[in-house]
């Protein structure tokens, strides 16, 4: 008859280096049994809600946290009762070896339980008493040796796409006797040269006296952290006695859609350009395209023939297809276009993107954009889709607004606000007539996209969608 043990299942990061996560709602209770990857809760980060898998199979022996908690990478989540053969990987080598008794000297305990232990993205990132980040360890298939991986500095919540590379290579690392600097992430040490803040006066809030993003933005505003124990007023939604006001916690994806539009508004020299274009043409062959037997079963919207312009647009003018990388002093010009679309959902605005959009056909840019969408709506986006943009579309003309000026999304140099589509009176072949108009906003970062390089871009957008047959002349 096989024991049982109880094993703890740590908050994992969800491999997007964050600090932290908020339990919304548990899908067990104490005292079910569950499957091994069968979804025990859902959580939110700072990017986007995740269902997140049962490490073990097993009963659920308790819940360490609340829905609505927010919990800290690496804290106890919850308990499984689990049975200790089966806790063990089953098959291959190292099954054999221990079934003839063979290593069981060359293994320390420690070690042991590593390779029985299963692990999801991040799973037992837990600060060391030294204040230093603990190692973590990837899991590989059963009988095969975990190997350590390099240690991680735990990143804040800030947009992938800024800062792409937050761990930093070894080679650069200094020796730990030398390392007297206060201990924050790249991305967070780039602000606060860019806010030219001397980061041995900022007191860090995060774990183990980690200096976050907030922390540097709070400095720079000349505000300071609360004494431990004050409540903020962050800390709870609650209305006032009469009903007038109610305040929201700033947290999740708000939390993290606010700092990073801070930090693009105020890093990155914003210049808008407008442009009203008659689309009537672009309207036509929208028609058409719905009414034909190809299109049959595809959600055709202006949006998609403008995604698809606006891609057409960027082989002519590559540069606003690019990025400024502050702490290498380089400019990354990409070659594929991940094309952000931005998304109001339940959680705040996102822009999840479509990766590789420049190879796609209409069918297949149409397709994507229907399931992005529909995904974004429903709060599901997955972290990795909100990673990696390179440019984006801000389709405002839903909201039957004409033009704006749109916010950068951090790390990408320019970004399109589609204006609604009106009647309005038009000269056409020298006569006034009524004709379909559509006003196109071009906010661009003005390190990377010149003047000249902005408006040829947004005359060549304008021409293909007031004459869709000039993209014979482009390609």
């Known amino acids: 008859?096989?024991?049982?043990?109880?094993?703890?299942?740590?908050?994992?990061?969800?491999?997007?280096?964050?600090?932290?996560?908020?339990?919304?709602?548990?899908?067990?209770?104490?005292?079910?049994?569950?499957?091994?990857?069968?979804?025990?809760?859902?959580?939110?980060?700072?990017?986007?809600?995740?269902?997140?898998?049962?490490?073990?199979?097993?009963?659920?022996?308790?819940?360490?946290?609340?829905?609505?908690?927010?919990?800290?990478?690496?804290?106890?989540?919850?308990?499984?009762?689990?049975?200790?053969?089966?806790?063990?990987?089953?098959?291959?080598?190292?099954?054999?070896?221990?079934?003839?008794?063979?290593?069981?000297?060359k293994e320390s305990p420690a070690e042991t339980a590593a390779k029985r232990e299963p692990n999801l993205v991040g799973y037992g990132a837990v600060l060391e008493k030294s204040g230093r980040p603990a190692r973590r360890q990837r899991s590989f298939e059963a009988g095969s040796v975990a190997e350590p991986a390099a240690a991680v500095e735990p990143a804040a919540a800030e947009p992938a796409a800024v800062e792409p590379a937050d761990v930093e290579p070894m080679a650069e690392r200094e020796p730990a006797a030398e390392q007297e600097r206060p201990r924050s992430t790249p991305p967070v040490r780039k602000l606060a040269r860019d806010l030219g803040i001397d980061l041995g006066l900022v007191k860090g809030t995060g774990p183990g006296g980690l200096i976050t993003r907030s922390d540097v933005q709070d400095f720079a505003a000349g505000s300071r952290p609360q004494p431990e124990?004050?409540?903020?007023p962050e800390a709870s939604a609650v209305a006032d006695s009469q009903g007038r006001e109610t305040r929201t916690p700033i947290k999740g994806v708000r939390k993290f859609t606010a700092a990073a539009m801070v930090q693009s508004a105020f890093t990155a020299p914003h210049v808008t350009e407008f442009l009203t274009v008659d689309v009537t043409s672009t309207m036509e062959l929208l028609a058409r395209l719905k009414a034909s037997r190809e299109f049959a079963g595809y959600k055709l919207t202006p949006l998609t023939i403008a995604a698809k312009a606006v891609l057409i647009a960027l082989r002519r003018n590559p540069t606003l297809n690019s990025r400024w990388d502050e702490s290498a002093q380089e400019i990354?010009?990409?070659?594929?276009?991940?094309?952000?679309?931005?998304?109001?959902?339940?959680?705040?605005?996102?822009?999840?993107?479509?990766?590789?959009?420049?190879?796609?056909?209409?069918?297949?840019?149409?397709?994507?954009?229907?399931?992005?969408?529909?995904?974004?709506?429903?709060?599901?986006?997955?972290?990795?889709?909100?990673?990696?943009?390179?440019?984006?579309?801000?389709?405002?003309?839903?909201?039957?607004?004409?033009?704006g000026t749109p916010i950068l999304n951090p790390g990408e140099a320019a970004i399109v606000a589609l204006g609604s589509v009106r009647k309005a009176p038009w000269v056409y072949n020298d006569e006034v007539v009524v004709r379909q108009v559509m006003s196109l906003s071009l906010s661009f970062d003005h390190r990377l996209v010149d003047g000249e390089q902005g408006s040829k871009f947004l005359a060549d957008l304008g021409a293909i969608l007031s004459d869709p047959a000039m993209v014979m002349t482009m390609v």
């Open 1 to 105: 008859m096989s024991a049982t043990m109880i094993k703890e299942f740590r908050l994992p990061d969800l491999g997007e280096g964050l600090t932290e996560s908020e339990i919304l709602s548990w899908k067990v209770a104490v005292g079910d049994t569950v499957a091994l990857n069968q979804v025990i809760a859902e959580v939110e980060t700072a990017k986007a809600v995740v269902e997140l898998p049962s490490p073990f199979a097993g009963t659920v022996a308790a819940l360490h946290e609340q829905a609505g908690s927010v919990v800290e990478v690496g804290k106890p989540i919850v308990s499984f009762e689990v049975d200790d053969a089966g806790a063990a990987p089953s098959g291959g080598a190292d099954t054999a070896a221990r079934a003839s008794g063979e290593g069981a000297s």
């Open 332 to 403: 990354v010009q990409f070659n594929y276009v991940n094309l952000g679309i931005a998304a109001a959902t339940p959680l705040g605005l996102t822009v999840p993107n479509i990766k590789d959009a420049d190879k796609m056909t209409l069918p297949e840019l149409s397709a994507a954009l229907s399931e992005l969408t529909d995904t974004a709506r429903s709060g599901k986006t997955a972290p990795a889709d909100l990673a990696g943009g390179t440019i984006s579309i801000t389709n405002i003309g839903v909201f039957g607004i004409d033009a």
């Open 229 to 232: 124990g004050e409540v903020t």
